[in-house]
């Protein structure tokens, strides 16, 4: 399973949860931020910087959706059990 699969199967799951992932280029001089999810009018958006490597924007992503019940939603079987691993290693 390569990394370019991980993240689009990881955004269509932000997608089916109503989460939007946006991929901002965050200046180091302006703000200190982190890439995470937020509220912003009352929609979920998981903010990532976009000059981060593939796989560092794949555990920013994955850390945030372990954060919703995913039961109800389809997730190719080797992506659920990414997940799945990804949420015993927080525990």
Known sequence: MNNE?????LEK???????KIQYDEFKKD???IKSSLC???NNMVIFVDKSLRLKDKIDIILNEL????????YIPPKIRELINNYKGEGD
């Open 66 to 73: 372990t954060k919703f019940d995913l039961n109800h939603i």
């Open 13 to 19: 799951i932000a997608d089916s949860l109503n989460v």
């Open 39 to 41: 509220r912003v009018r």
């Open 30 to 32: 302006d703000y200190k």
């Open 5 to 9: 699969y991980i993240l689009q199967n």
